[in-house]
């Protein structure tokens, strides 16, 4: 089910997306919500990433555990010559 949300434009910002609009052949309410679309789905992944970052620091915390720096260069090296390498746990 879809629902009808007002958004108020200044006149500047309505002309650049009609504008655009027309260039893309697509209408302004398009343009407007895959831009929106666009938007959540990028900040949803960061809350995401956030809260996985989160988990790490808090496993880190507790265990010790981490990849030293020496240990991830050779890891980058290895992936930069298209090597199969085995991921630090």
Do not use: F
Request: one cysteine or more; a negative charge; hydrophobic letters at 35%.
């Amino acid at each position: 089910m879809s629902t009808t949300q007002g958004i108020k434009l200044d006149e500047n910002t309505q002309a650049r997306l009609k504008a655009l609009a027309e260039k893309r052949k697509r209408s302004p309410h398009w343009l407007m919500r895959t831009a929106i679309e666009g938007y959540l789905e990028h900040e949803e992944q960061y809350e995401a990433d956030k809260a996985e970052d989160a988990v790490r620091w808090e496993h880190y915390l507790i265990t010790g555990k981490a990849v030293d720096g020496d240990g991830m260069e050779k890891l980058l090296q290895d992936l930069s010559k298209c090597k199969t390498v085995e991921w630090p746990k």
